[in-house]
Nanobody, 123 residues
């Protein structure tokens, strides 16, 4: 069973930046895709961004294109989500997940999840 640990959340003013990290571990860590989802109170969990593990290929939801960038450090088994120009509507708990579906946009396409990290954008 793969374990995922997120970090980097916090409180930031509108227009600010944060970088989230997700480190994977466990003897069964073999994944094609690592992704980020978010869930605001009262809302369903929504896809944010994903990257092909140890390969080229990223995809994003439209609302974060041009503001969020997903990258990976294979040596550290870590994926990052750099977020700039944050908006109040980006406020949510952000979850890291691993899956096997390249291009996957739905939560059911990911089979292991981290505990989440809170991002709050407010003045």
């Amino acid at each position: 069973q793969v374990q995922l640990v997120e970090s980097g959340g916090g409180l930031v003013e509108p227009g600010g930046s944060l970088r989230l990290s997700c480190t994977a571990s466990g003897p069964s860590f073999t994944s094609y895709v690592m992704g980020w989802f978010r869930q605001a109170p009262g809302n369903e969990r929504e896809f944010v961004a994903a990257i092909r593990w140890r390969a080229d290929g990223t995809w994003y939801t439209d609302s974060v294109k041009g503001r969020f960038i997903i990258t990976q450090d294979n040596a550290k088994n870590t994926v990052y989500l750099q977020m700039i120009n944050l908006k109040p509507e980006d406020t949510a708990v952000y979850y890291c997940a691993v899956g096997e579906v390249v291009g996957g946009l739905c939560a059911w396409e990911y089979n292991s999840w981290g505990q989440g990290t809170q991002v709050t954008v407010s003045s």
